[in-house]
């Protein structure tokens, strides 16, 4: 029973974290638009600064990209644990830029920055722990065929 418990929190954090990325990348592509966009870019707060955040927004999304293939290829998922704290740092990071631009932020930022955060660091735990648990496995069962 306990089990079916633990089968499905992996099941569900497996596919909170492919939402996230889908809702990572989407997003990050869409802030280029004006009228698709998860966020609000309103010109009067930006100015010039507009096609910064959206830029910085494109980077992000090809970015995790490149990491999800190299995790793919590799097969080694605990990486999206650092990409994870790093995600959750683009709140302080936007909090900074809102701050010396002396602009104010869509409060969906951070939201967008919290929920991908941490789906990338539960992922990358239930992997690791996943990858740790057959290792043990392995170990006992060598153990035994001594």
Do not use: W
């Not at 998922?77 to 704290?85: A, C, E, H, S």
């Not at 809102?98 to 409060?107: A, H, P, Q, V």
């Amino acid at each position: 029973m306990a089990f079916k418990g633990l089968q499905s929190i992996k099941f569900l954090l497996e596919i909170n974290f492919y939402i996230s990325v889908i809702v990572l990348i989407a997003g990050s592509i869409l802030s280029v638009s004006g009228s698709y966009s998860f966020f609000e870019f309103n010109e009067e707060l930006y100015g010039a600064l507009d096609n910064n955040l959206r830029m910085i927004m494109v980077y992000l999304a090809l970015t995790e990209g490149i990491i999800l293939g190299y995790c793919f290829f590799r097969k080694n998922f605990q990486v999206m644990i650092p990409v994870g704290f790093f995600l959750i740092l683009m709140i302080g990071s936007m909090e900074f830029y809102s701050e010396i631009n002396s602009i104010e932020i869509d409060e969906n930022f951070f939201q967008f920055f919290l929920y991908t955060g941490i789906s990338h660091i539960l992922f990358g735990v239930m992997v690791g722990i996943e990858k740790n648990s057959v290792n043990a496995q392995n170990e006992k069962s060598s153990k035994l065929s001594e």
